[in-house]
């Protein structure tokens, strides 16, 4: 396999995914500072021109965080990433996909991405304000879902912590926003993992 990324994107979710995995896999950057994700060759391999993209041992591409993290899990039972309750899996099933398409689309987007929301840089100040909002409602939603729980599965790591792992990622080292207490408590088991240690270490983020 082979993880498409770039360093301290959500990426480094599905990163942490395969080192918690222990199946052997390689990394290639994309420089997002020069803009390699619009040129080829990148475009050829994904002309959404985002990350994460997985190339699997067959050649094929996945994209999107939701699929590539379920598909590992899925491929990968011995690594226990799926709750064995199904209550429990399709709720940390419904948080990941909150975590992507609300707190990272609709909100850090926002912060970082901003110019993407409003040609004038007048109204930019304004458009990361509704981003913040949307961070913060959102991380309040998440906290909610994680009380009495080490992780998003219970007491055991699935694949959706790996994706509320970036956003809290985000928020407490990018912006320096003060997450909720569950949220913290959970960042916190993340960041002790020895997988998220290797991960943040490859990408330079240590």
């Keep these: 396999m082979k993880l498409y990324y770039a360093p301290g994107a959500c990426s480094i979710g599905i990163h942490v995914l395969l080192e918690e995995i222990g199946k052997p896999y390689q990394l290639e950057a994309v420089n997002f500072r020069e803009g390699a994700q619009y040129k080829p060759p990148y475009t050829g391999i994904n002309p959404k021109s985002k990350v994460p993209t997985l190339e699997r041992d067959d050649g094929s591409i996945l994209t999107e965080f939701p699929v590539i993290a379920r598909w590992l899990a899925l491929k990968n039972p011995q690594a226990n990433l799926i709750p064995k309750d199904e209550e429990t899996d399709i709720r940390a099933m419904e948080v990941m996909e909150y975590v992507v398409g609300t ?9 970082f991405r901003t110019e993407r929301f409003t040609p004038s840089p007048s109204d930019h100040e304004a458009v990361k304000a509704q981003g913040r909002e949307s961070i913060e409602k959102g991380f309040a939603v998440v906290d909610k879902a994680l009380e009495g729980k080490d992780y998003l599965g219970g007491k055991d790591l699935s694949a959706a912590d790996a994706a509320l792992f970036y956003v809290e990622y985000w928020g407490a ?3 320096g926003m003060p997450l909720p207490k569950n949220c913290a408590a959970h960042f916190e088991r993340m960041m002790a993992r020895p997988a998220v240690q290797r991960a943040l270490q490859q990408e330079g983020l240590n």
């Design 103 to 111: 707190i990272h689309s609709q909100g850090f987007t926002r912060l």
């Design 173 to 175: 080292k990018r912006v």
